[in-house]
Nanobody
Framework: QVTLLESGGGSVQPGGSLTLSCVASGFDFSKYSVGWFRQSPGNHKYGVATIDSDGTKSYSESVKGRFTISRDNAESTLYLQMASLKAEDTDMYYC????????????????RGQGTQVTVSL
């Protein structure tokens, strides 16, 4: 059973930082592409960042230079370091996994977690 458990969300002021974590289980983490997408209720999904099994990283244009995705295969954990946060980054962020290496940022995945809320406001 694939399980993805996110943590690290919260409320910060504009310009602040957060680090999201996602602990995975139930599959061979090192062989999967993993990443983050965002979605609010009733809204579209948007890919944020992806890291393939070979370590190739991809980012959406809106977060390039501000967010950093990384993975620890030994700990089956995915991270998203978020810096210089803006109000428009506010959303529910989901960890996701797929056995296919995309080579680009994606929004649709085979597996996803329950999400963690990120709120950026004064």
């Amino acid at each position: 059973q694939v399980t993805l458990l996110e943590s690290g969300g919260g409320s910060v002021q504009p310009g602040g930082s957060l680090t999201l974590s996602c602990v995975a289980s139930g599959f061979d983490f090192s062989k999967y592409s993993v990443g983050w997408f965002r979605q609010s209720p009733g809204n579209h999904k948007y890919g944020v960042a992806t890291i393939d099994s070979d370590g190739t990283k991809s980012y959406s244009e809106s977060v390039k230079g501000r967010f950093t995705i990384s993975r620890d295969n030994a700990e089956s954990t995915l991270y998203l370091q978020m810096a210089s946060l803006k109000a428009e980054d506010t959303d529910m962020y989901y960890c996701a996994a797929d056995p296919y290496d995309f080579g680009t940022v994606v929004r649709s995945w085979n597996y996803r977690g329950q999400g963690t809320q990120v709120t950026v406001s004064l």
